[in-house]
C-alpha cells in the first residue's frame, strides 16, 4: 500500500500558487483528511497533488493522508478497505479511485458502511463509477447515484441549479468546464439534493453532476466532474470540492 502523510502549509502554497482562499474551516482543530486514489483511466500521480494542495490552499489546517495504489487495474480491491475500521481516525474520506470492475460484495458494503455509519465523505469523478459491477447497492447508496456510462469527452456546460446553496456560493451561474465527461444518470437515490446539471448530447437530456446525499449518518458531497487534470486544477473546480469538504464536515 502506497501511502503518505502530508501537513500542507496553506501560506506557503497561497504564495506559490497565486490562490485566494475561497473558504475556511472555522476551527483551529485540524481537519484529519485520508484521499483513497488509483485506478483505471487518470492520471492519479498527478492529481492527487493538485486535490490536496489546492483544498489546503483555501481549508485552513488539513492534514492529509493519501493511499494511492491499484496502478491502472479496474480490479484493485484498496487495501486500506480490508480493515473493518478502515476509516477511524480520520474526520473525512477523499474517494478519486477508479475500480469499476471490484465484484467482492462484501468489501463494497464495508467501504459504504464507514459512510452509513457517520463518516464524511467527498466523492470525485470515476469514484461515482467505482464499484459498480458488484451486485449491491450499498455504494450506489452511499455516493447517491447510479450510473453506469459516460458520454465521450468534450466542453461541458455547468448550469447551477442552487446559487443560494453555501456549497454553491461564488459557483458560476453556467460555468463553461473544459475538456471533461458526462456521466449519465441511470438513478439519483431519494436523499440527493441536485446542484448542477450539464446537457447530455447522446441522451438529449439533462444530468445531474453536482449534489449532496445523505446516507445513514453520513454527509456527502459528489460531482462526476474531474475527468482531466485541466479540469481538477481550474479554480471553479477546486473552490467546489473546497467548499463541498466542508459542507460535509458541517462547517460550512
Known sequence: MKTRSLLLVAGALLAAAGFR????????????????AGGCCHDYHTQTNIIAQGISARVKNVEWTIV???GDSREHEVSIYNNPDWARGFDIVIHNECFGAVTNVAFVERIAKAHED?????????STHSYRAAQT???????????????????????SLQPEHPIMKGFPL??????????MNDKLWPNVTPLAKAYGEDTKKDHVVIWTNTHGKGRIFATTLGHTNETMEHAVYLDLVAR???WALGRL
Request: glycine share 8%; proline share 6%.
Open 21 to 36: 482562499p475561497a473558504v475556511a474551516a472555522d476551527s483551529a482543530k485540524p481537519i484529519k483528511a485520508l484521499m483513497v
Open 137 to 159: 447497492d450499498e455504494w450506489r447508496k452511499a455516493v447517491g447515484q447510479t450510473s453506469f456510462r459516460h458520454e465521450k469527452r468534450r466542453d461541458l456546460v455547468v448550469e
Open 68 to 70: 494511492h495504489e491499484g
Open 118 to 126: 457517520g463518516v464524511p465523505g467527498v466523492m470525485l469523478h470515476c
Open 244 to 246: 463541498g469538504m466542508l
Open 174 to 183: 453556467k460555468w463553461e468546464n473544459p475538456n471533461d465527461e458526462l456521466y
